[in-house]
């Protein structure tokens, strides 16, 4: 009973396939993304169209997956059934996938097309073992966000230094105003804020060691680090409950003015405007420089698109990459995502003042950083995370809780 | 029903399957379920046996590292708070029964518009666990919520549940009581229907009433019904995953988690992909399930032959 329709089934696919094949004298390139939010989904499909209309010898098909959903199928696809280009991000969150041999190596697109000096901000977060693994596109800068109007009412200026930033906030504090905004119910905010207070205070080289499992969390300038950070946590300068508010309810805070600064990436600047404030109220400067010896580094998250191993078109796909490197490329997918391109050679709208300040800062930054959760492997990144949440909360737990991440460094960098 | 009758010149000559077709027939109605069965619940579980025993990230190879997961889960702080969160999980979810049986009782009498008292009361059962982690959520935010606000209007200062590593594992508690309370209220209100009236009738003349009753006279004929609340309200308890993820994500600092979150954390989630240490601790679930699945059993079993 089984063999008839099972038979008719395989003609069928045969005579479907043949079909298709006829169809089709393009070669195809199969292309999964994550990008499945408005702006960005809009930003690619513009990116393709450009791109076949330039190859079209190439039929470029998408598969569309949810954001988040995207972290987990990569992990299945990749094994599975793999596409010819995947997006993913830098540092050390492809590590697993490079250390798995599931990317291609892309030194070559680097060396023929100049990235290595056009892409130089990102070559150290692509570079692993010596080679490049694929190829950034965009990023968006880390800072302070600050509601102009608190800071006309108390009469603050713009702080230079950390110092004059802790001043200020002793008048936002007699204002009744919460000095600096955070929540961190989904964690990741309170790695940024790390960040910020390790990268000031020890400079980019220590981080990018202590990330790397390289440094004791016991350290004495680790220690430093969380010294500086309590300055705003001890005198209660940052906003209470902080572990149960979503940073969306926090950015509220900010555009009702029951807030006068906030450490965010770029991408805040959407919800803060959404919450009434205009380039009038809402302004922007790099995090305050905390010791004037070390050199100013930056957070920017970079995202990146790679070959996986079992691309049946790497050909193609190589020549995909090195479109999306360009630098005219780059500007204008850039500009439909409303973030920094990250070949040098591109230019930012002018017009924005968010884009411009951060494609400045970043440009003459001495480093990038990709963010604690991406320049951390995923374990470490985790209890980090949660430390820092429980030291905003309890700040007199800091030896217990230093203790416990470095007993996790000594687990889980083996 | 047709029954053929044989020829009578011949003996009747009957196949295998006609002799056997009475002892085959449920096995082969059973088939798809066994079928289904082994491939989702039995071979998942002895696959995570095997897996607890590897180092495995999902992408590499994996490596035997024999007890290790597991003694490593004996010193992970994380793994003891989870533990710990599970047994408060257990003992104050039990609340559920007596306070479903105290509703059900009160519900259980003929007022005009009862039905809609009893609707309304069953409610919180029919809508999503997530709308109702979202809503207590809500309840409990700081700066905005309603409880926060109370409590800022009563002490002075607003006390946010679940910022508060102490006090937010009771506050996941109570939503998930809310729905559980319903659900066994229903169960009772379904039990109650079934008490016979002329008992009552009978106690009632030879004087019991009031808490009396109930206890000798009404609690012993709803023993079905608090059979089936118990065993519920303990697999609720034990499967409390979607009110956690929901409300607090594990945290404050990880202070709410239970087991099934945490597995799903350590083997699932973004920061994850420890397939072999998640699995280790889906074994300690097993084991802790296993002792109350084993006791429900074993009570269903004497019942049965009871009777």
Not at chain 1, 296 to 305: C, M, W, Y
Not at chain 2, 6 to 19: D, F, H, I, L, V
Not at chain 2, 212 to 220: A, E, N, R
Request: glycine letters at 8%.
């Amino acid at each position: 009973m089984l063999r008839k329709p099972l038979g008719t089934g395989l003609v069928l696919s045969v005579a479907l396939l043949g079909a298709t094949s006829a169809i089709a004298q393009q070669r195809v390139l199969t292309f999964n993304t994550d990008t499945s939010d408005p702006a960005p989904k809009a930003a690619f499909e513009a990116l393709i169209a450009d791109f076949e209309a330039e190859y079209p010898d190439i039929d470029v098909q998408t598969n569309l997956f949810d954001h988040e959903g995207y972290k987990t199928a990569i992990r299945n696809f990749l094994t599975a059934d793999s596409p010819d280009l995947a997006n993913w991000y830098a540092g050390n969150r492809m590590k697993p996938f490079v250390d798995a041999g599931q990317f291609v190596d892309v030194s070559d697109v680097w060396a023929d097309n100049d990235l290595n000096a056009q892409l130089a901000s990102a070559e150290s977060a692509m570079t692993i073992d010596g080679k490049q693994w694929g190829v950034p596109y965009t990023y968006y800068q880390w800072g302070m966000y600050y509601n102009k109007a608190v800071y006309d009412q108390v009469g603050a200026k713009v702080p230079e230094t950390y110092e004059d930033f802790v001043a200020n906030c002793k008048l936002f504090k007699d204002a009744g105003i919460d000095c600096l905004t955070t929540g961190t119910s989904a964690m990741w905010p309170a790695a940024g804020l790390f960040d910020y207070f390790d990268l000031r205070t020890n400079g980019y080289d220590f981080h990018m060691q202590l990330t790397a499992g390289e440094i004791p969390w016991t350290d004495e300038r680790v220690r430093n680090t969380f010294a500086e950070w309590n300055k705003l946590v001890e005198p209660g300068y940052i906003t209470a409950n902080a572990a149960a508010i979503d940073w969306q309810d926090a950015a509220a805070l900010l555009s009702q003015g029951k807030a006068a600064n906030y450490v965010m990436g770029n991408f805040a600047v959407a919800t803060f405007k959404d919450g009434g404030m205009t380039d009038d109220t809402l302004g922007f400067f790099p995090f305050p420089t905390i010791n004037p010896d070390v050199a100013r580094a930056e957070d920017a998250p970079t995202d990146t698109v790679h070959i996986p191993a079992g691309a049946k078109n790497p050909e193609d796909a190589k020549t995909f990459l090195a479109f999306l490197a360009r630098p005219d490329v780059q500007t204008k997918l850039n500009a439909a995502l409303g973030q920094l391109p990250v070949n040098n050679e591109s230019t930012v709208d002018e017009a924005d003042p968010f884009l411009s300040q951060g494609f400045e800062m970043l440009s003459t930054a001495s480093g990038l950083a990709q963010f604690f959760d991406r320049d951390a492997p995923a374990e470490m990144a985790a209890s980090g995370m949660e430390g820092f949440q429980e030291f905003m909360a309890y700040p007199a737990n800091l030896e217990d809780i230093l203790n416990r991440l470095e007993s996790d460094r000594q687990r889980i960098y083996k | 029903m047709t029954i053929a009758v044989p020829e009578p010149s011949e003996p009747p000559r009957r196949t295998w399957w006609q002799s056997n077709q009475q002892t085959l027939t449920p096995w082969l109605f059973l088939a798809p379920g066994i079928f289904m069965f082994a491939v989702y619940v039995i071979w998942p579980i002895f696959a995570s046996f095997q897996f607890s025993f590897y180092d495995w990230d999902g992408l590499s190879p994996k490596t035997w590292v024999g007890w290790a997961n597991y003694q490593e889960l004996w010193g992970d702080r994380n793994f003891i708070i989870s533990l710990k969160n599970n047994l408060i999980w257990l003992v104050l979810y039990m609340l559920a029964v007596p306070a479903g049986l105290g509703i059900a009782i009160f519900l259980n009498q003929t007022v005009t518009g009862i039905r809609i008292y009893k609707s309304l009361f069953f409610f919180p059962f029919v809508i999503s666990q997530v709308v109702v982690g979202l809503m207590f959520a809500w309840f409990y935010a700081p700066n905005f919520g309603l409880f926060f606000l109370l409590t800022e209007w009563l002490f002075g200062t607003g006390t946010a549940v679940l910022a508060n590593p102490e006090y937010a594992t009771y506050g996941i508690i109570v939503a998930g009581l809310w729905p559980q309370i319903a659900h066994c209220m229903i169960l009772y209100l379904t039990g109650l229907n079934n008490v016979a009236p002329d008992q009552i009738e009978a106690a009632r003349l030879d004087g019991a009433k009031g808490l009396k009753m109930l206890w000798y006279v009404v609690l012993p004929q709803l023993r079905p019904a608090t059979f089936i609340a118990v065993v519920v309200t303990v697999i609720g308890a034990l499967r409390s995953f979607d009110l956690v993820s929901i409300m607090t994500n594990g945290g404050p600092f990880g202070q709410t988690r239970v087991l099934s979150f945490y597995m799903y954390e350590k083997a699932l989630s973004e920061y994850g992909y420890r397939m072999g240490y998640g699995a280790a601790i889906a074994v300690v679930l097993f084991l802790i399930m296993m002792v109350f699945i084993a006791g429900f059993v074993w009570k269903m079993i004497r019942d049965e032959k009871g009777h």
